[in-house]
């Protein structure tokens, strides 16, 4: 299985649709590979917080119309990061869009924990309640975003409910890369699952981000990594060594709370 992590980011004052098409541009130079993930928040930057309400689209608005379409055209599995998203009743999300090589959702993902303590997206977005995985051949991907990483538990949710590869879109400060580096070892080694971890490129309202995606093995061995600019990062994965690796040092089988 071959994955393409799309590491983009707003470039300065670059207008949304430029962003977008420039998105969709690099998604439909990923043929071939069977999922392609973008970053968090990609259209506006993670930390642009006066952004949020400015940009907020409806679930199915612009972005989710051109990502169905690219994903549709390209004939992949698209985890198109994440858009700030707004609820019929007015609440704000950071809300993930899955789509399947036809262009339908496959599933959304409203982001459970939410940065910023007591500001920022934490008092300006709503929280999601609800854990999301999704089938695809041969695998199952669980559903993350960014701060979510943190957080051990949701994880181990998404393991429980089949989750064999989880997918991390994120907008991590380059402040705080050495944590987003070891937590998705992390995450990978507990939960004897493929991480990939989807960073974003520049500097969002003055905050430099970390770059760096990842993609992590079962066993916790870095297979690619990022740097810190624009960039593609193409990995082949093996979906049966999640099962491999469970068989092998069956440590998840040991739990003792949880279960
Ligand atoms: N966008 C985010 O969730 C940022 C998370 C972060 O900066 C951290 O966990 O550190």
Redesign the pocket.
């Known amino acids: 299985m071959r994955a393409s992590l799309l590491q983009i980011g707003p470039d300065g004052d670059e207008p949304v649709d430029s962003l977008r098409d420039r998105a969709s541009s690099l998604v439909q130079e990923q043929a071939g590979a069977d999922l392609v993930i973008l970053p968090?928040?990609w259209t506006t930057g993670?930390?642009a917080f006066e952004r949020f309400a400015a940009e907020a689209e409806p679930l199915r608005g612009p972005t989710y119309e051109l990502m169905a379409e690219s994903a549709r055209k390209t004939g992949v599995w698209l985890h198109a990061g994440s858009i700030p998203e707004r609820a019929e009743d007015g609440t704000l999300y950071n809300t993930s869009l899955v789509f399947g090589p036809d262009g339908e959702l496959a599933a959304s993902y409203r982001?459970m924990?939410r940065?910023g303590f007591d500001r920022g997206?934490a008092v300006l977005m709503g929280a999601g309640t609800e854990l999301v995985t999704v089938a695809l051949p041969g695998t199952t991907l669980g559903l993350a975003?960014?701060?979510?990483?943190?957080f051990p538990e949701l994880f181990r949710g998404l393991v429980d409910a089949g989750a064999e590869l989880l997918v991390v879109p994120?907008?991590?400060?380059e402040r705080?890369r050495a944590?987003w580096t070891l937590l998705a070892q992390a995450r990978a080694v507990e939960n004897q699952a493929y991480v990939l971890a989807v960073g974003s490129a520049g500097t969002h309202a003055g905050v430099p981000q970390a770059g760096h995606s990842i993609a992590v093995d079962p066993w916790g061995a870095v297979l690619a990594e990022a740097g810190h600019g624009q960039q593609v990062l193409t990995v082949d994965l093996d979906p049966a060594r999640v099962a491999a690796t469970r068989e092998e040092f069956p440590a998840l089988k040991d739990r003792v709370l949880g279960r």
């Open positions: 968090e928040l993670a930390f982001k924990h940065f997206e975003t960014c701060y979510d990483l943190r994120a907008g991590w400060p705080r944590h």
